[in-house]
């Protein structure tokens, strides 16, 4: 049996491990429009941009490893459709005929057509080569438009590069919509003490170019940078404009296949799409969750998980897929990890346990009495009793605060 993957992100490289982990002797092939071989994302918001880790470190596996496996891994191929009547597509030049395809095609950037047709020195932040671009840009004046996950954490490198950093977000509070108000202050109050001029409930309302401004480089100066007008009267002239206002799945492919699409490819429990011989895993993937109906989830572990998941479905395995989100993010000295998923209604009732002032402390969400999430920062301890509680009804011990978290289970 020959299993494609279209994809060669995260994902898709989990999923190809797995295949041959699981004992499938048949022919992989694993397609990518990246000249790269497979990597992580999130360095590049974290460590590449701090200077901490470098490609190599990102890599999910060394080019090797692919030989090793006899996994055929093309790069630099971007597949313009597929024959889903023949189980076909072609690739550089040659026909490649499946059994099983998995399509991991992940997201791209969401972009602001204001910021592409101003002129001005605009990045965007999803590929190796950008994060290496913008860390040349770290200690100018950095203006980011979105106080979600990736300008959060350019916002903090910035500030630790030495650079001036101005926040845009027409939300309330940053991060407000997946962790809610109460802990998203957490995050507003973190970047104000490290100097990140914030600007909440504001908008760009003028972006042009300012031949007058300077653009840092590391390697000198060069003339030209920006000037914006926010929606609360706020000038701002920065040297290099960071749009992160969240990420568009690639559903292209999948819809030339004539594949249900919905703002994602929609899969049912095990990752199937509606056409039985081909399914789709990680940005991509609308899953009907079992006990969070139907969700798409952008994050680290989701690529892994259900790129594994994927190719245990290929190879005959009936089990849906259940796992909760998780997610994690470093910004200055603080760690949080997160379990779980608010959903529109988000929670009508949050237990907190810890130190605000030290920013060592975990929460649960509870929304109709049961568990929907939990968190914390810096609370390394915390995060397996946190897993344990998402799904679970809240109990009298749960809620009382003089009870440590790892006391309150019953079982």
Not at 310 to 324: C, I, K, N, V, W
Request: without cysteine; glycine residues 10%.
């Amino acid at each position: 049996m020959t299993i494609a993957i279209i994809g060669a992100g995260l994902a898709g490289a989990s999923a190809a491990a797995e295949l041959r982990d699981r004992g499938h002797e048949g022919d992989i092939v694993l397609v990518g429009a990246e000249s790269q071989a497979p990597y992580e994302r999130p360095p590049l918001s974290k460590d590449i941009l701090l200077g901490k880790g470098t490609a190599a470190d990102a890599a999910v596996k060394d080019q090797g490893w692919y030989d090793e496996q006899r996994i055929e891994l093309v790069t630099g191929a971007r597949v313009q459709s597929v024959d889903t009547a023949a189980r076909s597509f072609e690739v550089d030049g040659r026909t490649i005929t499946y059994d099983q395809l998995l399509l991991a095609t992940g997201a791209t950037s969401r972009h602001l057509p204001m910021a592409d047709e101003s002129g001005v020195p605009v990045a965007y932040l999803r590929t190796l080569e950008e994060s290496q671009a913008l860390k040349e840009h770290l200690a100018g004046h950095l203006l980011i438009i979105g106080a979600g996950w990736i300008g959060l954490e350019v916002a903090s490198a910035a500030r630790q590069a030495g650079g001036t950093v101005t926040v845009v977000e027409s939300a309330s509070l940053p991060l407000v919509g997946p962790i809610g108000e109460d802990m998203a202050r957490v995050f507003a109050d973190l970047h104000r003490e490290h100097g990140v001029d914030l600007h909440l409930d504001t908008s760009l309302t003028t972006l042009e170019r300012d031949e007058g401004g300077v653009l840092r480089r590391d390697a000198g100066a060069s003339k030209g940078g920006a000037r914006a007008l926010l929606s609360d009267g706020t000038e701002v002239r920065p040297g290099l404009v960071l749009v992160a206002i969240g990420a568009e799945p690639d559903t292209a492919l999948a819809e030339t296949a004539g594949l249900d699409v919905d703002r994602g490819v929609l899969v049912d429990a095990r990752l199937r799409t509606s056409d039985p011989h081909i399914w789709a895993a990680g940005d991509i993937a609308v899953h009907d969750h079992p006990d969070l109906g139907r969700l798409r989830v952008e994050h680290w572990d989701t690529a892994i998980q259900q790129g594994r998941h994927a190719a245990r479905s290929m190879l005959g395995d009936a089990t849906p897929y259940t796992r909760q989100p998780y997610f994690f993010t470093d910004q200055y000295d603080l760690g949080m990890e997160y379990v779980g998923h608010l959903g529109r209604d988000g929670y009508d009732e949050i237990v907190v346990r810890g130190d605000h002032a030290t920013r060592v402390l975990n929460a649960v969400m509870i929304a109709g009495g049961r568990v929907v999430a939990g968190m914390h920062t810096n609370d390394w301890d915390a995060t397996d009793h946190l897993r344990a509680w998402v799904g679970r009804e809240a109990t009298d011990r749960l809620r009382d605060t003089t009870i440590a978290l790892a006391d309150t289970r019953e079982d």
